[in-house]
C-alpha cells in the first residue's frame, strides 16, 4: 500500500475507534447518572430486587445459577475484556504502540498512573489493613468516559492528545489486566483451571496453523470461559486469553478489513460493547444510594483513599512520569500540545469508573464496603472529569505545526 494511502487508513481506522468510544462514553455517563437517580428514588427497591434475580440452570452437569449483576459482572463483562484484548493486540503489533520510540511516552505515563495512585490508596487505608486489598481500584482510565469528555472540547484538544491518552488507557488495562489475574484469584479448582489451559493449547493451534474461521474461535472461547469461571480465576479473563490467540493480518490501520479475524471481530463488538455491555455494568454498578451518608462516610479511608487515588494519584503519576520522559530526551511533546494541556490530559486519566467498580467488586464482598467504594470511584472521577475540562477547556491553543 503507499505511504499516502496507508497513513489516510491509519487515521481513519483511529478517528472511527476515536469517535465509538467518546460515544459510548456519553452513553455510559447517562447510564450512571441514571442508575444513581434511580437508587436514590422510590424505585430503589425494585432495582435491587431487579440485580439480585436469580437466572441459569444445568449445562452439561454444571450448575450455572447466579444473580444478574453477576452474569452482567462475569459474563457480559467477558465480551468487554475481549474487545480490550483484541485492542491491546492490534496496537502492539499493527498500530500506535507498534514502535519502541511510540510506546516510551504512554508507556512510563501509565506506569506512574498505576503505581501512584495506588501508593496513595494504601497510605489512607494504613491505619485499616483490611481495606488494602483495594489497593488497585484506582489504577486504570476508563477510556469511554475520559475520551467521551475529551470530545467535548473539539478542536481544542489536538489529535495528538487523543491518541496518547488512548495509549495511556490501553496499557494500563493491560496492567490492570495482569493484576486481576495475579491478585483477584480465588482459590483455584485444579481440573477446570487443565481443561482451560488444553483448550487454550488448542487456540493457540489454530492461530499457528492460520485457521481463521471465528465462529470456531468464538465457539472454543465459549467453552474457555466455562472453565475458567469455575477454575477460580475471573471468568472475564478468558475473554483476553481468546482475544491473544485470534489471527491478526497487518492492515495499516484499517479497522474491518475482512482478511483479517481480528479486525472483523473487533469492528463487530465496538458498538455491542460501547452502547450495550459498558452501559449495563454502569447501570448496575453505579446504584449507589445516598441516604444516611454522611461527611465521615465519604472521609472514610477506603473512599478517601479511592477518590484521592484517583483524583491526585493518577494526575500526579502521568504527569509527572510523561514529563520526566520528556526531558530527558527519551520522547517528544505530544505534537501541537502544550505543557498544560498534557496536564489537563493527566486529569482526564483520573477517569476510573468501569475498571475501578469492576476492581472494587472483586475486592470486596461487604456490599456496605461495595457502596463506600461506589462513592468514592464516583468522586474522583467526576472531579477528575471536571478539573480535566475546565482546564483544557481554558488552556491556549498551540499553533499547528
Known amino acids: 500500500m503507499p505511504l499516502k494511502s496507508a ?8 478517528r472511527d475507534f476515536l469517535q465509538q468510544e467518546a460515544a459510548g462514553g456519553y452513553v455510559l455517563m447517562a447510564a450512571a447518572a441514571l442508575a444513581l437517580v434511580v437508587a436514590n428514588s422510590p424505585w430503589a ?5 431487579i440485580l439480585h434475580i436469580e437466572l441459569g440452570g444445568a449445562i452439561a452437569g454444571l450448575e450455572l445459577r447466579e444473580s444478574l449483576a453477576h452474569w452482567i459482572n462475569d459474563g457480559l463483562m467477558a465480551g468487554f475484556f475481549l474487545l480490550v484484548g483484541l485492542e491491546i493486540k492490534r496496537e502492539v503489533l499493527d498500530g500506535q504502540l507498534s514502535k519502541p520510540s511510540r510506546l516510551i511516552l504512554p508507556g512510563v505515563a501509565a506506569l506512574g498512573g498505576v503505581i501512584v495512585p495506588a501508593l496513595i490508596y494504601c497510605a489512607v487505608v494504613l491505619a485499616a489493613p483490611e481495606h488494602l486489598r483495594g489497593w488497585a481500584i484506582p489504577a486504570a482510565t476508563d ?6 469528555v475529551l470530545s467535548l472540547l473539539g478542536s481544542r484538544a489536538p489529535a495528538s492528545l487523543k491518541i496518547f491518552l488512548t495509549a495511556i488507557a490501553i496499557l494500563d488495562d493491560l496492567v490492570a489486566i495482569l493484576i486481576i489475574a495475579i491478585f483477584y484469584t ?3 479448582n485444579v481440573l477446570a483451571l487443565a481443561l482451560a489451559g488444553g483448550v487454550t493449547v488448542l487456540l493457540i493451534a489454530l492461530n499457528r496453523l492460520r485457521v481463521t474461521w471465528l465462529w470456531l474461535y468464538l465457539l472454543l472461547g465459549a467453552v474457555l470461559w466455562l472453565c475458567v469461571l469455575k477454575s477460580g480465576v475471573h471468568a472475564t479473563l478468558a475473554g483476553v486469553i481468546l482475544a491473544m490467540t485470534i489471527p491478526l493480518n497487518p492492515s495499516r490501520g484499517t479497522p474491518d478489513d475482512p482478511h483479517s479475524p481480528l479486525h472483523r471481530l473487533e469492528h463487530a463488538l465496538h458498538k455491542p460493547v460501547a452502547f450495550g455491555i459498558v452501559p449495563l455494568f454502569g447501570l448496575a454498578n453505579a446504584g449507589v444510594g445516598f441516604a444516611g451518608v454522611t461527611l465521615a462516610t465519604v472521609l472514610s479511608p ?12 493518577k494526575q500526579a503519576g502521568v504527569f509527572l512520569a510523561a514529563m520526566a520522559v520528556i526531558k530527558l530526551g527519551f520522547a517528544d511533546m505530544p505534537r501541537d500540545a502544550s505543557v498544560r494541556q498534557l496536564y489537563g490530559v493527566a486529569l482526564l486519566c483520573g477517569i476510573g469508573f468501569t475498571m475501578s467498580l469492576f476492581i472494587g467488586n472483586l475486592a470486596f464482598a461487604d456490599p456496605l464496603l461495595l457502596d463506600k467504594i461506589k462513592i468514592g470511584v464516583l468522586g474522583g472521577s467526576v472531579a477528575s472529569a471536571l478539573a480535566g475540562y475546565l482546564l483544557l477547556r ?4 498551540t499553533a499547528t505545526r
Open 7 to 14: 497513513s489516510r487508513a491509519i487515521y481513519s481506522a483511529l
Open 45 to 49: 427497591g425494585a432495582y435491587h430486587a
Open 143 to 148: 477510556i469511554a468516559f475520559a475520551l467521551g
Open 186 to 188: 480465588a482459590q483455584l
Open 302 to 313: 477506603a473512599p478517601l483513599g479511592v477518590a484521592l487515588g484517583l483524583f491526585l494519584g
Open 394 to 397: 481554558t488552556a491556549p491553543q
